[in-house]
Every structure is written in structure tokens, then in C-alpha cells.
């Protein structure tokens, strides 16, 4: 499992789209199964998280289980959000899966352009330069994840294939130092 991971509007789901395409890596477009949740229960409430959570892990177990490598976005909240990265994480390993943690950013600015993209409505995702600016505010999705490996791409000035690129170079420095 690869995990992308980094705030809202660096690129996660571009750079997954272009990395699934370039393997056999299957998309787990996580915004979907958030959507999915809203159609049951109230955005963000208590039910609505649980639901959410238990949906996620029980899709990356039968994922793990099939043998089945798969490209995960998050945006990680320290302190929030530990519990279910950590989760996410040991279902998959548990079950004989590789994790890859591949931390995103980019710069304010870039930031500011590209959380105003119109696909970002779409998948009720953060969108707006005045959004991001109150996110930022409260929550730090700059930081790395700790006690892990973590790939760090600055996609500021590079194309989602570069950053796609970039993994697969890693992916494959880590598969032959491994061997």
C-alpha cells in the first residue's frame, strides 16, 4: 500500500491517478467512500466518522487480503487522525502488505491556486483560498508522519508525472536494496 499523504489541495489524488495508471496499483479513492457515508449520515458527526472508519478498514482488509496493492490519500492531522492511519497501516501489514508513506507539500502559494480547482467540489473536498486559510488556521497537515520511513516531495514547481516518477525511482531503490 502506498499511502499518499500531505494538506488539502497539494496533489494527492492527480499524483495517485497518474502513479495507478503507471502499475498495478489500484486506486482507493478514499473522497468516494466519503461520499458514500454523507448519503447516511451527517457530514463529520460522530456516526458519520465511526461508519467512515469502519468502511475504510474493512475495504484495505479485503485488500490486503486479495493480495492487492492499492494507493491510499490522506491528509494527516497530527494528534487527530494517528489512530486511523495506525489502523490503516497494521490491517495491511498484518496481513503481509508493504506500507510506502509518501509525504506531499508544496508551497502556500501553490496551495492557494490549486485548492480552487471546480474537480475539487466534486468529492466535497476543502476548496477555496478563504477554507484553506481557516484549515491551516486550526490544524498543521504539514508534518511528518513519525516513527516511519517517509518519502518527502516538494510537488511545488513538478508535474504529477514527475512526482509519480519520483515514487516509482523510490519504490524501486527500496525493492533492490531489500533483495
Known amino acids: 500500500m502506498i499511502i499518499l499523504y500531505g494538506p488539502p489541495g ?3 489524488l492527480t499524483i495517485a491517478k497518474k502513479l495507478a495508471a503507471k502499475t498495478n496499483y489500484k486506486l482507493f479513492h478514499n473522497h468516494l467512500t466519503t461520499d458514500l457515508m454523507t448519503s447516511f449520515f451527517d457530514i463529520w458527526s460522530d456516526t458519520f466518522n465511526v461508519a467512515l472508519d469502519k468502511l475504510r478498514n474493512f475495504l484495505i482488509t479485503i485488500a490486503a487480503d486479495s493480495n492487492l496493492d492499492i494507493i491510499f490519500t490522506f491528509v494527516y492531522e497530527n494528534g487527530i487522525k494517528d489512530t486511523q492511519l495506525r489502523q490503516y497501516i497494521d490491517i495491511y501489514e498484518s496481513r503481509g502488505g508493504e506500507v510506502h508513506l509518501i509525504q506531499i507539500t508544496a508551497s502556500l502559494k501553490a496551495l492557494n491556486s490549486r ?3 471546480p474537480d475539487r467540489k466534486a468529492y466535497l ?3 477555496g483560498t478563504d477554507a484553506l486559510k481557516s484549515y491551516l488556521s486550526k490544524i498543521n497537515p ?3 508522519v513519525p516513527g516511519r520511513n517517509n518519502l518527502f516531495i516538494d510537488n511545488t514547481k513538478l508535474s504529477a508525472d514527475e512526482a509519480a516518477e519520483k515514487i ?10 531489500s533483495n
Open 10 to 12: 497539494v496533489g494527492k
Open 115 to 117: 485548492i480552487q480547482e
Open 125 to 127: 473536498k476543502l476548496y
Open 142 to 144: 504539514f508534518l511528518e
Open 168 to 177: 516509482l525511482e523510490y519504490l524501486k531503490f527500496l525493492s533492490n536494496t
